[in-house]
């Protein structure tokens, strides 16, 4: 928990071999629907983004953006407190790629 409201690709320089990133209980909601940042860690196994929002903004659907497809190495993915309305099966699409993924918490 770090108040953060943006993630700079800069910060993953030369770590791509990063397995676990815990970004949990910041206000990062909008940094989550584009997730540019995760092209640069591409060997990640566990990444936390639980209770992350925005203040005042509840979506309508759970918004992930592509670059999750990427995380091919990707075991565990915690996103619970992600405040949203509903969610359709398409919103998850991005995960559906990741065959080692096993643990989905929200």
């Known amino acids: 928990s770090n108040s953060l409201r943006s993630v700079s690709a800069a910060w993953f320089n030369n770590i791509t071999n990063l397995q676990m990133l815990d970004l949990s209980q910041n206000f990062l909601a909008s940094v989550i629907e584009k997730a540019t940042f995760l092209k ?22 759970l918004k992930l953006g592509n670059t ?32 080692k993924l096993k643990v989905l918490d929200r």
């Open 40 to 61: 640069y860690v591409p060997n990640l196994k566990e990444l936390d983004l639980s209770f992350n929002y925005e203040l005042q903004r509840y979506p309508t659907f």
């Open 68 to 99: 999750f497809s990427k995380l091919s190495s990707l075991e565990t993915f915690r996103i619970k407190g992600y405040v949203f309305k509903e969610l359709k099966k398409d919103c998850l699409k991005p995960l559906f790629s990741l065959k």
